[in-house]
């Protein structure tokens, strides 16, 4: 009993980007089913799972908090984990996307919750950010992303569900601190030592704003503009610079962080899906092709090892 008690006490909180990056794999399939005229059978049962998941994991971390409740709090003041924190309330975003076109009425419930969940995150976040005795740039890493960014994520749902101006307000929380956040981590990483092994991954997350972005822009703008052409580009672009550095990738020890790739793959895969359904290009389409081909790779590996991990009890262990 108290080996168990001693790794829920080390649960991650990350391990709720697995959710991210399962529910975005869904998210994509359930786009490709629907523009290239497919059964929806497959992204049926993938959102079914994630949802299972999310379950799973929500009721480990529920039992960290009634039992290791100090550690739970040593989560929230850490100058990393703290930012993982909000991968909870934007799993109920993304499976409030999955649920979209399946049960409009859970779909409701689950954004209203996790848009809610995530302006509280967001808020405590930037209080910690700005009242804080311990940052350095060091701790700075493109997973700095997920609590302010995150809420551009919000029109996707939203809007469907008759949320236009909360859609909006959100979207304009994410859009003006995306660059911000994206000039501190750029001078972080030029000029002080390298990220650490662990968090090299999270440089995918720099796909997932302008990704996600265009997504939430063509919700609410409702046509392809100049701004939604900037930001889907940007996103392209990021794909590419990750990309170039596969070998570098390949080369990392696996850990949780791995998830990372996962969500903005999915992100740019269904953004490039949305460019073809729109314009009609062939190039838009073979570009989701080949995305969704990586991200369907890239999920099955992370499967594979994650589970290998859990058995090799690799995870939930002292850093």
């Known amino acids: 009993m108290t080996q168990i008690q001693s790794r829920l006490a080390l649960f991650p909180v990350s391990f709720f980007s697995s959710v991210m990056g399962m529910a975005g794999f869904s998210i994509a399939i359930a786009k490709a089913e629907s523009i290239y005229a497919l059964e929806p059978k497959v992204s049926l049962v993938l959102s ?29 003041h850490h100058p990393i984990k703290i930012s993982f924190f909000p991968t909870i309330s934007i ?35 930037m209080n910690a950010w700005i009242n804080h005795d311990y940052f350095n740039i060091n701790h700075m890493n493109p997973a700095w992303f997920i609590p302010i960014v995150g809420n551009i994520l919000v029109p996707i749902a939203g809007v469907p569900l008759g949320y236009a101006d909360i859609s ?14 994206l000039t501190i981590i750029y001078y972080r990483v030029i000029f002080h030592p390298a990220l650490p092994d662990k968090l ?3 440089f995918f997350i720099l796909i997932a704003p302008p990704a996600v972005g265009f997504l939430s ?12 052409r900037v930001l889907y580009f940007s996103a392209l672009f990021f794909t590419l610079l990750v990309l170039t550095q596969f070998r570098r990738f390949s080369k990392l020890q696996f850990f949780l962080s791995w998830w990372a790739y996962s969500f903005p793959l ?12 729109i314009t009609q290009n062939m ?18 590996m992370l499967i594979i090892r994650t589970f290998k991990a859990i058995f090799d009890k690799q995870i939930c262990v002292e850093e």
């Open 48 to 76: 079914v799972i994630t949802m299972l998941l999310f379950l799973l994991l929500l009721v480990i971390y529920s039992l960290k908090f009634i039992k290791e409740k100090e550690a739970v709090i040593k989560e929230l």
């Open 91 to 125: 799993s109920l975003l993304l499976l409030s996307i999955c649920m979209l076109h399946t049960n409009t009425e859970l779909a409701n419930v689950l954004w209203l919750i996790g848009s809610s969940l995530h302006l509280g995150f967001t808020l405590y976040v």
């Open 168 to 181: 909006w307000f959100f979207f304009s929380i994410g859009i003006v601190f995306w660059p911000v956040l």
């Open 200 to 202: 090299v991954p999270t």
């Open 217 to 228: 822009y063509m919700q609410l703008n409702g046509e392809l503009d100049n701004f939604a």
């Open 266 to 277: 999915a992100a740019v895969s269904i953004a490039s899906l949305r460019m073809y359904e």
């Open 283 to 300: 190039m838009y389409s073979v570009i989701a092709i080949i995305l969704l081909t990586i991200l369907t790779s890239f999920i099955s």
